[in-house]
Structures are given as C-alpha cells and as structure tokens.
C-alpha cells in the first residue's frame, strides 16, 4: 500500500497569498510522516472579479523539486489544479498547458494521456466548486475527492459519497494542503506498484483505503479565515500577473 497524497499546494507558485508551506518543508514532513507519493497541484488557474486569471508555471514546482523528493524516498507526480467552465479540476500526471482545457467537456482529449481527472471538493459551499456540474458531467472524471475541509456536524463528504456510490466512482481522501498542519489528516493507502500508470489504474480501480480525521469547529473557523485572505489576495494579485 502507498501511502499518498494527490492535491497539494505550496507557496512556489503564487507566493503567500494561497499555500505558505514551502516546498522542500512539505516534502521532509512527508517523508517523516512516510508517505511515498504527493502530487503538488498548483493552481493553474483561478477566478477573480476581474475573471480567469492564468498564473506562471503551475508545473515549476514539480520540476524543481521531483528530484529532492526522490531523494527522501517519495515519487513526485505532475499535475494541477486548474478552472473549467468556471470550477475547479484537478489533473494528476498532467504536463500541459492548461490553457488549452477552459471547458469541462476538453478534459476528454486527457484521457488518452493517461492523465487521471479529479472533481476536488465538490460540494463546498463555493462558487468554484463543481457541485451540480459534477453530476452533469460525471463520465468525465475519474475519481471523487473527499474533502479535508469537514467537521463531525458539517460534512460536504456526505454528498460526494452520496454521488461516488450512486455513479460507481472512486473517493480518494487527499489533504488540499494549503498550510503545514493540514497535511497528514486526509490521505488515501492505494494499492499499486511505484510507478505512476499502476497508481493511475489503481486509483480508476478503486484500491484505495481513505484516511481522515475531522477538524474540530475552531480549527475549521481558522481555515475559513485563511481561506478568505487567500480569495483577497488573489484578487489583487490579478494586477502583478
């Protein structure tokens, strides 16, 4: 079993004002925690009042860091989090330019790239969440991510669940680490070989073993106002990109 992680951010990208979990901190700490695969999603996109907004190299953090990661013993895979038809996607082993897929219905020419489709946190409360578009288009995704971003009396996993059995869709438990102390929480075991198409094919498969735990109603407060800050300060970074 692999213990992994396929959506995470760090301050690489588009610096402080949505992960500020430096890259190589992120990677020792999952090294001590002994995961053996991570994804670093950058956002590759994201939407503003001013409308969609494209960042720089969403993959640099891939590139300049796979080889450290290798060296503490865990695969790096490719990827991003990126906006179609105005919500979020992610792609896990994607190397392209996500320029080219605005619509949800272009994710199909991925599918004979070997690159795995995932709806992230469907069912937030956010506008840039898929929710009903999930279901519109569920042949497109691959997979159904439970959320970390739950507590005990408030739990959006319920719905996506609720979906994942309806359609015959796999759930995987990642993190959507934006800070250091969201990691570890909410992860997936998959059974597969190291090497990515057997990680792909296991998660189409359904091997996967979640694990989660719950924040308490405190730390989620905490979270929403870091969340909040990340949304202002993209906006006024639409003028620096």
């Known amino acids: 079993m692999l213990k992994t992680d396929l959506h995470l951010h760090t301050n690489e990208v588009i610096r402080h004002f949505d992960s500020i979990i430096k890259p190589k901190v992120l990677i020792n700490k999952a090294a001590k925690l002994k995961f053996n695969v991570l994804c670093l999603t950058e956002h590759a996109a994201y939407n503003t009042i001013f409308g969609l907004k494209y960042t720089k ?9 796979k080889d450290y990661a290798k060296s503490r013993g865990i695969k790096l895979i490719p990827g991003v989090e990126t906006i179609a038809d105005g919500k979020e996607v992610l792609l896990i082993n994607f190397t392209g330019e996500p320029k080219k897929y605005t619509k949800i219905e272009d994710l199909e020419k991925l599918k004979n790239e070997n690159t795995l489709i995932i709806a992230p946190h469907p069912f937030l409360p956010r506008n840039s969440c898929l929710k009903e578009k ?3 288009n569920i042949k497109v995704f691959d997979a159904i991510e439970h959320t970390n971003i739950y507590i005990k009396q408030i739990n959006p996993n319920k719905k996506a669940e609720e979906v994942a059995r309806k359609y015959k869709k796999p759930l995987i438990a990642t993190s959507d680490a934006h800070f250091l102390t ?3 929480r909410n992860y997936s075991l998959i059974e597969a070989n190291d090497d990515v198409d057997s990680i792909l094919e296991a998660v189409r498969k359904n091997r996967i073993k979640m694990v989660s735990e719950p924040w308490t109603a405190w730390q989620m407060t905490a979270i929403v106002g870091f969340g909040i800050y ?3 300060s993209k906006e006024l970074l639409h003028l620096f990109y």
């Open 230 to 232: 990340c949304e202002i």
């Open 57 to 65: 190299n969403p993959l640099s953090t891939y590139y300049k860091y």
């Open 182 to 184: 969201g990691f570890g």
């Open 134 to 136: 999930l279901i519109e």
